[in-house]
């Protein structure tokens, strides 16, 4: 399995956020025995297709549906604060108050929510860039749990937490010993939306689990209002720029998808993404030759890395000198987002109108978007 630094540079290239790191479940587990009732109030979803709420009198429905084969379920869940009479899947006693998460973008949320003090256990401490989250681990207040591939049982055993959110991978094997814990595991399957409106109110959910609803549906509210305030303006420009994104790695160039988060990102900030008309909901494998006959001429170069130190043109063309002949490095319009110093992975998924406005800056300057510039830079 390929280690952690090489899983966070490649799934920000299938969606963006940032992207979630365990296991698959392929079958609902469960605590109840018998089918929800029929009267309560669904809660309507406006974008998230994979993700189903229904609101009952003494407890919560949610049911995710698997992604990867879109007629089955991934998973059901009952939110309640005690056993409910009624419901058929796996209980979680709500609000969560010792959570385990395995990933740096539900961390980000959570603490956004103002739930931080529900966090009591994490994996991957050294790609989370939130300094409160750094110290309490350092300090003791929150257990390190090791790597989010092979998390230390024991660890996770003294913690004792009452849900552990996680991100399921198509294939991945099952759950092993961390599912004969016993403990309820949040599937967190938001990144496989197809928009990035559409992973944003996967928050609806998740603040349900730590009982603050509300405060999650209206910050997705003024997150979707932002966004749609952008797009707005972008859809009666006039041209658009063409745009390419990411670079090699190990002789692959992996680049989003068209109907991807990041590749709908990139065609609502106003550039003509050259790999649009590929509609695929994640990234695109391709040889470096592929992409290379189309990059050369963009007039916008976008590349996510994570490294110590700034991406600079002379390390481009130190790995690869054909970049120096690309339009966009002869130009100056080559921008980076450094994810190992930036907090791209911890907010961009849940904030796509902050990425949005970064871009639209980027890509539309004469727009005059008043946004102070958060993820890319230029490259120098």
């Known amino acids: 399995m390929e280690t952690l630094k090489l899983y966070n540079t490649i799934i920000s290239l299938f969606r963006y956020s940032v992207i979630p790191m365990i296991f698959v479940l392929a079958a609902c587990g469960g605590s109840g025995t018998n089918k929800s009732e029929a009267d309560g109030d669904t809660i309507p979803m406006h974008y998230a297709r994979n993700l189903t709420i229904v609101q009952h009198k003494d407890y919560t429905e949610v049911t995710i549906r698997n992604p990867w084969d879109t007629t089955a379920v991934l998973h059901r869940y009952i939110l309640a604060p005690s056993q409910p009479p009624r ?19 539900h961390c980000g949320l959570v603490k956004e929510l103002g739930c931080e003090s529900a966090i009591r256990g994490i994996c991957e401490i050294e790609y989370i860039n939130i300094p409160s989250i750094r110290k309490s681990v350092k300090e003791g207040r929150i257990a390190n749990f090791g790597s989010a591939m092979e998390p230390v049982i024991e660890t996770i055993m003294d913690a004792q937490p009452d849900g552990l959110l996680v991100s399921p991978f198509e294939n991945s094997g099952g759950y092993g010993r961390v599912e004969r814990l016993g403990i309820p595991i949040i599937e967190c399957a938001d990144y496989m939306e197809f928009s ?20 999650a549906d209206s910050l997705f509210t003024e997150v979707e209002h932002r966004y749609l305030a952008l797009r707005e303006k972008t859809h009666k420009v006039s041209q658009r ?7 090699p790695y190990s002789g692959v160039w992996y680049v989003p998808g068209g109907n991807s988060a990041m590749g709908i ?13 590929r509609k695929k909901n994640g990234s695109l494998a391709l040889s470096v030759e592929t992409v290379f006959e189309v990059a050369q001429q963009a007039d916008i170069w976008l590349i996510k890395y994570n490294q110590p130190t ?15 002949h690309f339009r966009s490095f002869q130009t100056g319009r080559v921008y980076g987002c450094n994810q190992a110093s930036s907090r791209f992975y911890e907010e961009t998924p849940y904030h796509p109108d ?14 005059g978007i008043q946004h102070k510039k ?7």
């Open 196 to 215: 990035p409106l559409a992973r944003a109110e996967w928050m609806r959910f998740y603040g349900r689990l730590f009982g603050v609803g509300e405060r």
């Open 310 to 324: 700034p991406l600079t043109l002379a390390q481009l063309q130190s790995d690869y000198p054909p970049f120096a």
């Open 265 to 277: 990102l990139y065609q609502d900030a106003g550039a003509d993404y050259l790999f649009a008309d």
């Open 374 to 380: 958060q993820y890319f830079y230029p490259v120098e």
């Open 354 to 367: 902050r990425l949005l406005a970064d871009l639209v800056r980027i890509i539309h300057p004469e727009l």
């Open 87 to 105: 419901g058929e899947g796996t209980l979680v006693h709500v609000p969560l108050k010792r959570a385990g998460i395995f990933t740096a973008v």
């Open 241 to 247: 720029p063409t745009l390419i994104a990411e670079k």
